[in-house]
């Protein structure tokens, strides 16, 4: 119950103290807990935090298996009680602790005598998330101009790519963008100067792949382009030339896509070794950096110099694709990357993110992709205790967040001139095991989001909206095809499952998604209900 977490006798508070309101969250035992070690109390955030700001946390009321109220540790009672000890670092935060005791009786409401454990902490500035992503992008934008190149390969050209009439022609080639990583291949780190910000190293060429679909061929005039992005551990061309080829040739738009580095199919190793060795997560949060950058960068070049390439155009010289037009659609990784390439881009401000949600920290646990690493997590080499696994995960979040949705979507109206207001729509699919629907719910609270009155659930904080011209900004809505629920715990569920996928298949979905990219309104397109009996 998030909502019972605003009251201020909930035996947990999170205290927003620059503005004095508690934050809406909820608590649970960590599911994980190893016999023998003692057992995490999570406290979930219903959305992101405010940046730059100062958090007081109180947690009072709680009692062990055997009903016996749990004692605050002998340091926290000291500094309850005013009782002066010997110890240097208890007594160097008495002052602190003093002030957040006055904050917890004055504010909150709080009897000191009643408190278990109480601490405070204070998030990052934007500045210190974003600044250096911005800086690279910025840099990457004023040296290509109108784009740098592109390079169409030997035998990237294919039409009638996979014999099924879908696709008139599947290109595949290179654009040339700026590099700041030190390597092309991971573990590899951005080069930096002093101020931690990226510093240029080389142009390096980076691969694309384009679908034109026949619908686009037999269209009497050029067609959008649509940016796709591809799912964990993928490839953009694995992604863009599958099955959701179909989106492209229902709608009538030309599909191009990349790799998300950092979590692309070249990436299982640099992500092993970080399983084994927490640094190098630093290496693939900076690959995650250098792919968005690749992304804005293909974007403006496609948008350019590369806007009317031989290989996009049909029967006598005539243009298939309108690059002046430019949307995105992203499907699980992908949809989890839709909010930071939307702020990073000046071109593209609207997209459509499947299954997608925000903060990886929040969705690991639960996320079935994440069990091919469980076993290396947990073994010797690894971090063998539970305590440590859900630390280090938290604890890296901080590494993520320059790229992650957790912190885009809360900018989706825009910060000052560095990044442009941008629009989403979220679809979501009920017992997702592979991004679970909390983490979705998250990123919708984040962008102060609406929900779609015939969604099959109205998650907490979402003002209902029942669709038309008038539903514009940004938008979600949940359909159920009536299969097994996700584990409510941060367990594993059990694969195989078919809700992740499921949903893209659901003409009322897809409609919903391209309609709002070419629109900019959502219309309801369940008939009242997104529930369905596709179990």
Same mark, same amino acid.
């Given at each position: 119950?998030?909502?019972?977490?605003?009251?201020?006798?909930?035996?947990?508070?999170?205290?927003?103290?620059?503005?004095?309101?508690?934050?809406?969250?909820?608590?649970?035992?960590?599911?994980?807990?190893?016999?023998? *070690?003692?057992?995490?109390?999570?406290?979930?955030?219903?959305?992101?935090?405010?940046?730059?700001?100062?958090?007081?946390?109180?947690?009072?009321? /709680?009692?062990?298996?055997?009903?016996?109220?749990?004692?605050?540790?002998?340091?926290?009672?000291?500094?309850?009680?005013?009782?002066? %000890?010997?110890?240097?670092?208890?007594?160097?935060?008495?002052?602190?602790?003093?002030?957040?005791?006055?904050?917890?009786?004055?504010?909150?409401?709080?009897?000191?005598? *009643?408190?278990?454990?109480?601490?405070?902490?204070?998030?990052?500035?934007?500045?210190?998330? +974003?600044?250096?992503?911005?800086?690279?992008?910025?840099?990457?934008?004023?040296?290509?101009?109108?784009?740098?190149?592109?390079?169409?390969?030997?035998?990237?050209?294919?039409?009638?790519?996979?014999?099924?009439?879908?696709?008139?022609?599947?290109?595949?080639? $290179?654009?040339?963008?700026?590099?700041?990583?030190?390597? *092309?291949?991971?573990? $590899?780190?951005?080069?930096?100067?002093?101020?931690?910000?990226?510093?240029?190293?080389?142009?390096?060429?980076?691969?694309?792949?384009?679908?034109?679909?026949?619908?686009?061929?037999?269209?009497?005039?050029?067609?959008?382009?649509?940016?796709?992005?591809?799912?964990?551990?993928?490839?953009?061309?694995?992604?863009?030339?599958?099955?959701?080829?179909?989106?492209?040739?229902?709608?009538? %738009?030309?599909?191009?896509?990349?790799?998300?580095?950092?979590?692309?199919?070249?990436?299982?190793?640099?992500?092993? &070794?970080?399983?084994?060795?927490?640094?190098?997560?630093?290496?693939?949060?900076?690959?995650?950096?250098?792919?968005?950058?690749?992304?804005?960068?293909?974007?403006?070049?496609?948008?350019?110099?590369?806007?009317? +390439?031989?290989?996009?155009?049909?029967?006598?010289?005539?243009?298939?694709?309108?690059?002046?037009?430019?949307?995105?659609?992203?499907?699980?990784?992908?949809?989890?990357?839709?909010?930071?390439? /939307?702020?990073?881009?000046? !071109?593209?401000?609207?997209?459509? +993110?499947?299954?997608?949600?925000?903060?990886?920290?929040?969705?690991?646990?639960?996320?079935?992709?994440?069990?091919?690493?469980?076993?290396?997590?947990?073994?010797?080499?690894?971090?063998?205790?539970?305590? !440590?696994?859900?630390?280090?995960?938290?604890?890296?979040?901080?590494?993520?967040?320059?790229?992650? %949705?957790? %912190?885009?979507? $809360?900018?989706?109206?825009?910060?000052?001139?560095?990044?442009?207001?941008?629009? &989403?729509?979220?679809?979501?699919?009920?017992?997702?095991?592979?991004?679970?629907?909390?983490? $979705?719910?998250?990123?919708?609270?984040?962008?102060?989001?609406?929900?779609?009155?015939?969604?099959?659930?109205?998650?907490?904080?979402?003002?209902?909206? *029942?669709?038309?011209?008038?539903?514009?900004?940004?938008?979600?809505?949940?359909?159920?095809?009536?299969?097994?629920?996700?584990?409510?715990?941060?367990?594993?569920?059990?694969?195989?499952?078919?809700?992740?996928?499921?949903?893209?298949?659901?003409?009322?979905?897809?409609?919903?998604?391209?309609?709002?990219?070419?629109?900019?309104?959502?219309?309801?397109?369940?008939?009242?209900?997104?529930?369905?009996?596709?179990?």
């Amino acid at each position: 119950n998030i909502e019972r977490s605003l009251e201020l006798d909930h035996p947990t508070i999170i205290w927003n103290v620059d503005d004095n309101h508690a934050v809406a969250h909820w608590a649970e035992l960590d599911a994980r807990a190893q016999p023998g *070690e003692q057992t995490i109390l999570h406290l979930r955030t219903a959305a992101a935090l405010e940046h730059d700001t100062r958090y007081i946390v109180v947690v009072r009321g /709680l009692s062990d298996t055997m009903g016996n109220e749990i004692q605050p540790s002998q340091a926290l009672r000291a500094l309850l009680d005013g009782e002066i %000890t010997d110890a240097e670092d208890v007594e160097s935060r008495r002052s602190a602790y003093n002030e957040y005791i006055a904050v917890a009786e004055d504010h909150m409401g709080v009897n000191k005598n *009643e408190i278990q454990a109480l601490w405070s902490f204070h998030t990052a500035s934007l500045e210190s998330v +974003l600044g250096p992503i911005l800086s690279m992008r910025d840099d990457a934008l004023s040296r290509i101009g109108d784009g740098l190149g592109c390079t169409v390969n030997p035998d990237g050209v294919e039409d009638n790519y996979n014999g099924d009439g879908m696709t008139y022609r599947r290109v595949r080639g $290179t654009f040339t963008a700026p590099q700041y990583l030190l390597e *092309e291949r991971a573990p $590899t780190l951005l080069s930096r100067d002093d101020s931690h910000n990226p510093v240029f190293v080389e142009n390096r060429e980076v691969p694309f792949t384009l679908i034109i679909p026949m619908s686009v061929y037999n269209s009497s005039e050029p067609s959008p382009l649509t940016v796709f992005g591809h799912g964990f551990l993928g490839t953009g061309e694995g992604h863009v030339s599958g099955g959701l080829r179909a989106w492209g040739e229902i709608y009538e %738009t030309a599909l191009l896509a990349s790799d998300f580095y950092g979590w692309s199919s070249d990436d299982r190793d640099g992500i092993s &070794m970080g399983i084994m060795n927490g640094y190098y997560f630093t290496h693939q949060s900076d690959r995650l950096q250098q792919a968005m950058v690749n992304h804005v960068v293909m974007i403006r070049t496609f948008k350019g110099i590369c806007s009317d +390439l031989p290989e996009m155009m049909g029967d006598g010289g005539r243009l298939l694709v309108n690059t002046s037009d430019v949307y995105y659609t992203g499907y699980s990784l992908g949809g989890n990357r839709g909010p930071s390439l /939307l702020g990073l881009s000046p !071109d593209v401000n609207r997209g459509a +993110l499947w299954v997608g949600g925000a903060a990886f920290s929040h969705q690991i646990e639960r996320c079935t992709q994440y069990d091919q690493f469980d076993d290396l997590m947990e073994s010797v080499i690894g971090y063998p205790s539970q305590l !440590d696994r859900a630390v280090v995960i938290s604890l890296i979040q901080s590494l993520w967040d320059a790229t992650d %949705t957790n %912190t885009w979507t $809360t900018l989706s109206e825009g910060w000052g001139d560095r990044v442009q207001p941008f629009e &989403m729509i979220y679809i979501g699919s009920i017992g997702d095991l592979q991004i679970s629907n909390i983490s $979705t719910s998250r990123a919708l609270r984040n962008a102060d989001a609406s929900i779609l009155s015939s969604s099959s659930i109205h998650p907490y904080g979402l003002p209902i909206t *029942e669709g038309g011209e008038g539903t514009t900004g940004n938008v979600g809505v949940y359909f159920d095809g009536g299969f097994s629920h996700a584990p409510e715990q941060n367990l594993l569920g059990q694969e195989p499952h078919p809700a992740h996928n499921w949903v893209a298949g659901v003409d009322a979905a897809h409609r919903m998604a391209f309609e709002y990219l070419f629109n900019g309104y959502v219309v309801d397109r369940c008939d009242g209900s997104c529930v369905y009996d596709a179990a």
